[in-house]
């Protein structure tokens, strides 16, 4: 996914079908953290 590969030739690939392949990353996505922590650098150091 990170290489900007189509679905449909991961699947392919992989030997899945589209649709199966489709579940399972927005299952995974689903688990992904909405909101991201930030801190401030302190300044000079």
Not at 18 to 30: D, H, I, M, P, R
């Amino acid at each position: 996914m990170l290489e900007k590969i189509p679905l449909a030739g991961i699947a392919r690939v992989a030997g899945v079908s589209e649709t199966w392949l489709q579940s399972y990353v927005n299952a995974k996505y689903q688990n992904v953290p909405r909101q991201v922590n930030v801190r401030a650098k302190k300044r000079g150091a």
